[in-house]
């Protein structure tokens, strides 16, 4: 989400397997706060493990850890991961139904009394999420450290917007926005038990989810010509409003 896979253009050369942005929101934010040394570290299909054991990418070497590219010098960190540790992108594929009169996916989820996923964030992503953050003040114990959220996807209220470019049941976005709110409750409190910032960006983009026509942050499962980025990813316009919002919050901390 951070990366801006297929949003061009696009790095090359030995990161080129990242599938990143040139203007993904850290390239865009980092014009506007106060650094003097910019590193991007994004990489597209990212487990959280890449920050501790690197990354192997489809094209060219595997990439670095990522927590090699702070230090004690380390004056700003911006972070967003998580989505993949669910894993989200596998729920939705999960979740595709091309037949408006399907069975849908929330009983695979809700089931026995059970919420899976929701076990999942708290079993798995918080405290993942937690071992990051603390090696992260460990490593950059000058630094501020900025906890980004990840957008609204799925429309905040509605029962959506089943199309073959978007095939998910409207019997399942009810399900699919607690998700997307509970993922970012998991990161918000993992923030906060670090004492570091939690970026809002789901409150702003809302009316800006995979089913909005004309002004979308998010594409599709089928993306557009006009706005192409990754399936169920921030599109340009997206990558443009998460800068909007985290430099003003960088800015108001960092001197």
Same mark, same amino acid.
């Given at each position: 989400?951070a990366?801006?896979p297929?949003i061009l253009?696009?790095?090359t050369g030995d990161?080129?397997? +990242?599938?990143?942005?040139?203007?993904d929101?850290?390239?865009?934010?980092a014009?506007?706060?106060?650094?003097?040394k910019f @590193?991007?570290? *994004?990489?597209s299909?990212?487990? /959280?493990d890449?920050y501790?054991n690197g990354?192997?990418v489809?094209?060219? *070497?595997?990439?670095?850890?990522q927590?090699?590219?702070i230090?004690?010098d380390?004056?700003v960190?911006t972070?967003?991961f998580g989505?993949n540790?669910?894993?989200?992108?596998d729920?939705?594929q999960? +979740?595709?139904?091309?037949?408006?009169?399907g069975?849908g996916c *929330?009983s695979?989820?809700?089931?026995?009394?059970?919420?899976l996923i929701q076990?999942?964030?708290?079993?798995v992503v918080?405290?993942?999420?937690?071992?990051?953050?603390?090696?992260?003040?460990?490593?950059?114990?000058?630094?501020k450290v900025f906890?980004?959220?990840?957008?609204?996807? @799925?429309p905040? *209220?509605g029962?959506? +917007?089943w199309s073959?470019?978007?095939?998910?049941?409207?019997a399942?976005?009810?399900?699919?926005?607690?998700?997307?709110?509970? /993922?970012n409750a998991t990161?918000?409190?993992?923030?906060?038990?670090a004492?570091?910032?939690?970026v809002?960006v789901?409150t702003?983009?809302?009316g800006h989810?995979?089913?909005t026509?004309?002004?979308r942050?998010?594409?599709?499962?089928?993306?557009?010509v006009?706005?192409?980025?990754?399936?169920v990813?921030?599109?340009?316009?997206g990558m443009r409003?998460i800068a909007?919002?985290l430099?003003p919050?960088?800015?108001?901390?960092?001197?």
């Open positions: 989400a990366a801006g297929l253009p696009q790095v990161d080129a397997g +990242c599938l990143r942005s040139q203007v929101y850290p390239a865009l934010t014009p506007r706060i106060k650094v003097s @590193v991007d570290r *994004t990489c299909s990212a487990l /959280m890449a501790w990354q192997a489809d094209i060219g *070497t595997a990439r670095p850890p927590r090699a590219s230090d004690a380390t004056k960190v972070i967003q989505g540790d669910l894993p989200f992108g729920l939705l999960a +979740c595709i139904q091309f037949n408006p009169f069975p *929330t695979t989820y809700l089931t026995g009394g059970r919420d076990e999942r964030l708290d079993q918080g405290p993942r999420y937690d071992a990051v953050l603390a090696d992260i003040k460990a490593r950059a114990p000058q630094a906890v980004v959220g990840y957008l609204t996807y @799925v905040e *209220t029962s959506g +917007c073959p470019w978007v095939p998910i049941l409207n399942d976005i009810p399900y699919l926005r607690k998700v997307n709110k509970g /993922m990161i918000k409190r993992s923030a906060e038990r004492g570091f910032t939690y809002d789901a702003p983009s809302i989810d995979f089913c026509e004309g002004n942050w998010v594409e599709p499962l089928i993306p557009s006009e706005s192409f980025a990754a399936p990813h921030p599109n340009a316009a409003a909007d919002v430099a919050v960088i800015n108001h901390q960092v001197a």
